[in-house]
């Protein structure tokens, strides 16, 4: 991966976690995620998943995606408080870019 995509991959992953902590509490459909990112143009399913794994990953853990297996767009997901605790800036992850 060049710097570029990896800056990119970097913002989107903070862009997830700012559009999940402005609905915190209330779970999304991953459809509505993809929606409310359109500012970033148009986002590649893959890219989106890598995303999520990365966020959902084992010792991240910021989100939880409860899977539908029928429409993965379809599954809901959720900021989870270690979630919270990196949107707020109570802790770091050099693989998340946030806005400041």
């Not at 998943?49 to 959720?78: A, F, Q, T």
């Given at each position: 991966?060049?710097?570029?995509?990896?800056?990119?991959?970097?913002?989107?992953?903070?862009?997830?976690?700012?559009?999940?902590?402005?609905?915190?509490?209330?779970?999304?459909?991953?459809?509505?995620?993809?929606?409310?990112?359109?500012?970033?143009?148009?986002?590649?399913?893959?890219?989106?998943?890598?995303?999520?794994?990365?966020?959902?990953?084992?010792?991240?853990?910021?989100?939880?995606?409860?899977v539908?297996?029928?429409?993965?767009?379809?599954?809901?997901?959720?900021l989870?408080?270690a979630?919270?605790?990196?949107?707020?800036?109570?802790?770091?992850?050099?693989?998340?870019?946030?806005?400041?």
């Amino acid at each position: 991966m060049d710097a570029l995509a990896v800056s990119e991959a970097k913002a989107l992953r903070g862009d997830v976690i700012e559009k999940l902590y402005m609905t915190y509490g209330t779970d999304i459909r991953i459809a509505a995620l993809r929606n409310a990112l359109r500012s970033r143009g148009l986002i590649p399913e893959a890219d989106l998943k890598k995303c999520i794994y990365y966020l959902g990953g084992e010792g991240k853990k910021y989100i939880h995606v409860d899977v539908d297996k029928e429409n993965w767009l379809d599954s809901m997901i959720w900021l989870t408080p270690a979630g919270v605790n990196l949107a707020e800036g109570d802790v770091e992850d050099v693989g998340v870019l946030l806005d400041e």
